[in-house]
């Protein structure tokens, strides 16, 4: 990369534009924004430049050396390629700074692609060899911040010198505007546009006792582009990360780098930590200050513990929020074509796990084996024989069709299929985690399948040597 990335103060800068067609209009909309005296040379204006003609001048003529006289910046603009190097050789000569529309790489100032939330500004470029990808990543990064940053910041600058006083620290400080910059109360105030009002309760925030926190967060079933938004910004605020076994290397790097992590996995048959053990450090992380993000595979409301975990915070006074997640049940069986209700084959869908507490009492096996419905079982390859066996004798045809989505929506999914009366053998060719799907609709995988986790081609080696 060649360009070293600067912004600029622009505002009264006398800047000179060549060209007067589209490109040239969009130079001169981002220049005037900022505050820049344009000039635009050009011997006819596109009708977008014509609406913005009182706010810069407007030289009707052809480009000649002499409008580079006292310059700061120099756009070359036109539709033609000829006027466009001569307007760049002149300008780098004069070692004017000197953008070259249509040949980004040789320009000594490029125009990035920028998300404005004013005062804040992010810019960012590929050096001019995917235009289309920056465009891409303007509109994604556009999505990700939330609108009323701009009057956050605005209100922060007021308020820094004071928080500082306040809050020592500048881990306290961080700590500070992480627990508040989400809060419900301050959004309301921010989206008003009542930039007072987030003043003061910014104000009287700063005064309280600095508390820890908990945000239950679903890590989705794998695939990192299914995690939420929110639950990506928690991951960016977060101090400490308890997570689980099933969430991917891909999420945990998204994670916040300074954040302490700790696994916390568990497996079917085996516990790495007890829950009561993952209950207790919740609590003393959160009652150290921290802000603490307890990070489960799927959602943390299925079959994942979560409303335990939530319940141990309630009783010992922690506040805590929960993020929830797309579950497997949604997300693999959408990667592997199988829908989980169809109009033809199952009007419900029933969600249960293949296993309990030791004490637990089993489910209602007669219920599960009606037909016209999907049956998802969360852990049940241990118990794949007893849950074949039970839902035949139960009256469930033999013949269902039935699948095990292994890893799924990963890199790494594998789909198996057959009858009910083959599970538990089909059970054996799969690795945890697995997800069993009962009922018609898992026929369907044959016909309505898309996702290929691990595509084959033939590439010319040559051309990436």
């Not at 002149?90 to 490029?110: P, W």
């Not at 059970?427 to 084959?456: H, K, R, T």
Request: contains cysteine; aromatic residues 6%.
């Amino acid at each position: 990369m060649e360009h070293l990335p600067l912004f600029i103060k622009i505002k009264h800068r006398p800047c000179l534009v060549v060209g007067g067609g589209a490109v040239a209009a969009r130079k001169v909309r981002v220049l005037l924004a900022r505050g820049a005296r344009v000039t635009v040379v050009a011997p006819e204006l596109s009708p977008e430049l014509q609406q913005l003609q009182d706010r810069f001048v407007w030289q009707n003529d052809v480009f000649a050396e002499g409008y580079l006289d006292d310059q700061f910046l120099v756009v070359a603009a036109t539709d033609n390629t000829e006027v466009n190097a001569r307007v760049y050789q002149l300008a780098n000569l004069r070692g004017q700074l000197v953008n070259k529309a249509d040949d980004s790489k040789r320009s000594a100032v490029i125009f990035p692609s920028i998300v404005e939330r004013l005062p804040i500004q992010v810019a960012f470029s590929t050096g001019g060899d995917a235009p289309w990808l920056a465009r891409l990543l303007r509109a994604r990064l556009d999505a990700l911040l939330p609108k009323h940053w701009g009057q956050l910041s605005q209100v922060a600058g007021k308020l820094r010198q004071r928080v500082k006083r306040t809050l020592s620290s500048s881990e306290a400080r961080r700590r500070f505007w992480a627990r508040t910059q989400d809060d419900t109360t301050l959004h309301a105030f921010l989206k008003q546009g009542n930039l007072a009002a987030a003043e003061r309760w910014l104000q009287q925030e700063v005064q309280k006792p600095q508390t820890g926190e908990v945000i239950l967060v679903g890590a989705g079933p794998g695939d990192p582009d299914l995690l939420t938004i929110k639950a990506l910004n928690e991951l960016q605020k977060a101090e400490v990360v308890l997570f689980d076994q099933l969430v991917s290397e891909e999420i945990l790097a998204l994670i916040r780098p300074e954040a302490e992590l700790m696994s916390v996995g568990k497996k079917a048959g085996h516990h790495s930590v007890p829950q009561d053990q993952i209950n207790q450090l919740l609590v003393e992380q959160a009652q150290a200050g921290k802000r603490v993000v307890r990070l489960k595979g799927g959602d943390p409301f299925m079959f994942g513990r979560g409303a335990e975990e939530l319940q141990t915070l309630k009783a010992a006074g922690i506040r805590y929020q929960v993020v929830p997640g797309i579950t497997a049940a949604a997300g693999a069986t959408a990667y592997a074509g199988i829908p989980l209700t169809h109009r033809d084959h199952a009007q419900s869908a029933v969600f249960i796990t293949g296993h309990s507490k030791q004490d637990g009492k089993e489910p209602d096996w007669a219920s599960l084996a009606r037909g016209r419905q999907t049956l998802v079982i969360y852990m049940g390859l241990m118990r794949s024989a007893h849950i074949q066996q039970r839902l035949v004798e139960n009256g469930l045809d033999e013949a269902t069709p039935v699948a095990l989505i292994e890893r799924g929506t990963t890199a790494q999914q594998r789909v198996v299929r057959g009858q009910l009366k083959e599970l538990a053998t089909l059970a054996e060719q799969v690795v945890s985690p697995s997800l069993m799907v009962i009922g018609e609709v898992a026929a369907l995988a044959d016909s309505l399948a898309w996702f290929n986790p691990q595509p084959e081609i033939e590439l010319e080696q040559e051309q990436y040597a």
